[in-house]
Nanobody
Framework: QVQLVDSGGGSVQAGDSLRLSCAAS???????VAWFRQAPGKEREFVAA????????YYTHSVKGRFTISRDNAKNTATLQLNRLEVEDTAVYYC?????????????????WGQGTQVTVSS
C-alpha cells in the first residue's frame, strides 16, 4: 500500500506557474502515477501520467506543452509543473497511483489517491 499527500496549490494569475508535489509513504516505484483534476460541478478528469521508471509520460491534450509530470523514486515523490496557467485550469488537483497500468486515464483504474490541492487561476 501507499499513502499520498498532495501539496503546492495556490491562487495565481493567468500565465503564472505552480509546482504540485505528491509525497508517498511506501515505495512509489511500485506504482504508475497520474494527476487528475476536478473543477466545481464537473467530473474528475485525467491530466497527466508517468510510468514506473519515469521514461514515458502521457498528457491530456489541453495541457500538452504547458504541464510537465516527473517523479523521483529515490525520494518517493512525483511532481506536476504547471506553466502558462489558464483560468480553465482552476480545479482541485489529485495525485493517484496504481500498480497495474501506466497511462490509465480513468479514475477507477487507480487504487490510491492524495487528498487534493486547490489551484485557482484568475484573469
Amino acid at each position: 500500500q501507499v499513502q499520498l499527500v498532495d501539496s503546492g496549490g495556490g491562487s495565481v494569475q493567468a500565465g503564472d506557474s505552480l509546482r504540485l508535489s505528491c509525497a508517498a509513504s511506501g515505495t512509489l516505484s511500485d506504482y504508475a502515477v497520474a494527476w487528475f483534476r476536478q473543477a466545481p460541478g464537473k467530473e474528475r478528469e485525467f491530466v497527466a501520467a508517468i510510468t514506473w521508471s519515469g521514461d514515458t509520460t502521457y498528457y491530456t491534450h489541453s495541457v500538452k506543452g504547458r504541464f510537465t509530470i516527473s517523479r523521483d523514486n529515490a525520494k518517493n515523490t512525483a511532481t506536476l509543473q504547471l506553466n502558462r496557467l489558464e483560468v480553465e485550469d482552476t480545479a482541485v488537483y489529485y495525485c493517484a497511483a496504481n500498480p497495474q497500468r501506466a497511462g490509465a486515464e480513468m479514475p477507477h483504474e487507480y487504487d490510491y489517491w492524495g487528498q487534493g490541492t486547490q489551484v485557482t487561476v484568475s484573469s
